[in-house]
């Protein structure tokens, strides 16, 4: 008998735990998805991040034209095959030098398949250009995961830094992102991203 009350209780516990998670996650995750988020700074490059529609890319721009670096480098989309990648990349290139952004001034990267490997790549570029600051570019929930991977590529330089803008899509909410399907399927695909994350390079 003490023991079908000891199992009783901790089947009450695990379903409290349960409610209080997805309780906290509603009222919290937007806002613990989308930070930490800086205020711009000069920097020697901006990072529109692939993904995502014509958020980043319009963000990306305003940056460029505020003055808060020469030059830009737009990345591939991980979820796209190598055939199509190219493509993605092109429609943004053609954005920006139809928005006035010459040519010279913008790098393209399709060889990164995800964001650590975005992050690898642009922290090996800052190297060979000896650059120090850079603008990484994407959307709200997407943020604090970037602040994980670049933290974690970043960590054995300390004379590089990196800072997040986020993108300003209609379809995000910090308060409200469960409502939206849109940003409830990425808050909820962050979540097991960070997972996987968590057990596979932490």
Known sequence: MAFVVIIRWINGLIIISEVFFIFALIIFGGFFFSTP???PKPADLIVILGGGGGDRIKKGLDLYN???SSDLLITG???MNNDVMPTYSKWRLQ????QGVPTRSIILDNSAKNTYEEAVNIKQLMINNKWKRVLIVSDPPH???LS???SLVFG???DLSFFLISSNPDWWSAQY??????SAQFVLLEIFKLIYLYFNKL
Request: aromatic share 22%.
């Open 143 to 145: 943020l604090r995961r």
């Open 77 to 79: 989309l991980p979820e």
């Open 66 to 68: 505020a003055g808060y």
């Open 95 to 98: 954005y920006l030098i139809e």
């Open 37 to 39: 988020e800086f205020e």
């Open 177 to 182: 992102w469960w409502k939206n399907t849109i």
């Open 156 to 158: 054995d330089k300390s």
């Open 148 to 150: 994980i991977i670049f």
